[in-house]
């Protein structure tokens, strides 16, 4: 009796091995053409292949079926553990928010235990960003020395004539270096943020490096007040200086005379080249202040979700073949994408406002003064802002027989 048994017991745990793929299988859906039916909706073989080979896959099948923690073995089961469950549907309950936990904090998204899309932020904060992002600012410093190299300072052909005109008052000149110095301090305490770790304390060791990262914290967190506060003045101050007018167009033509000695196109109180820094810097420092303002209040201004709604809306992520984006976020999440786009915007910013300060500085001669003391010379004036000058003065920026082409 006992031999005979033994057969059938046999055949038994062999027919439930084999009801176990094909329930697997319904459970994954009938479909012939899903790549995961015969692994039950669960990873394949080419998917751990291909992770291996450092591919990316596609492992939104994840989330499409999110765990059951209810399945998950118990304590006394094969794949459970002493003192709770532990299998493939808790892990993936929890990765996915499908858990229903319980925290002793207190506070927003504390329930969130692993939060999946950190490490793809991770990666990216170290690798491209940095990457890409000190390239950008590196190619800049090159080309503008490149450039004084080759071109050298643009003098004042006609010669300082001792005599100045007043160019900026103390006001404008006021929200200018706020917004440049308050600019400086966010841009070196952001960039020690993002490369203090590998840049920083192999030269400096970690204990040296820990005050320098919490004052760069600090600078970052409340010098951000002064940059909106210099933003909005410096718009106020110079918004009617910076409507663009036929004058832009001359100026553009000849590269504002930038390349050719000799060459000084008629400009009003700001030329093209300046009108175009002043509306990127209102742009871009309106962009990086609404994502500094979501970091600084986390959880209160999300801003991506609903960014990326409009943008399915209007068809633009699909017609550059990146599908529709998601619009439900986790609060990290919203978070991570509000850094990276800061940190993106700012390494533009950064670029385009050396190139303002050589320019400002050693490129061109006698253009500190209008930001130093407010005055600059009457011939600096007449050659670089012939328009304005004639304004303020009455006077003809040239002479009748050197007269450049009219333009209003």
Known sequence: MVALRLPILKIFVALLLLAG???AQDGAGNNPDNPRAATGGAQTLEDILARQRGERIDDRFRRDAVGD??????????????????DAEVFRALRYGGADVTVSARGPAT???????????????????????????????GLLALFLLLRGPIRIEGGRTGETILRFNTLER???????????????????????????????????????????????NNVAWAFMLALVWVFVF?????????A?????????????RGSHPPARKFNAGQKIVFWVVVILGLSISASGLSLLFPFEMPMFAKTFEFLNAMGLPQAAGLGELPTV??????????????SVVAFVFIAIIIAHIYLG?????????????GEVDRQWAREHHSLWFEEETGEPAHPAHEAPPAAE
């Open 174 to 220: 006021f929200g200018h270096w706020l917004l440049a110095g308050s600019f400086i301090l966010l841009a070196i305490s952001g960039l020690i943020t993002l490369f203090g770790r590998p840049l920083l304390i192999p030269l400096l060791g970690k204990e040296a490096f820990a005050p320098v990262a919490l004052a760069s914290k600090w600078i970052h």
């Open 69 to 86: 923690p209810a399945r998950a073995a118990g304590p006394g089961m094969q794949l459970g553990t002493l003192g709770g469950a532990s």
């Open 111 to 141: 329930g969130i235990i692993i939060q999946d899309a950190g490490m793809r932020w991770l990666e990216w904060r170290k690798g491209p960003l940095r990457e890409w992002g000190g390239w950008l600012l590196a190619g800049m410093v």
């Open 21 to 23: 793929p094909a329930a």
């Open 361 to 373: 500085s050693v490129g061109m001669e006698g253009a500190f003064d209008a930001m130093e003391s």
């Open 248 to 260: 832009d167009l001359v100026w553009l033509a000849k590269g504002g005379g930038l390349f050719m």
């Open 238 to 246: 110079w918004i009617v200086h910076n409507i663009p007018n036929r």
């Open 329 to 342: 976020l986790a609060p990290h999440e919203e978070m991570q994408y509000a850094q990276l786009w800061h």
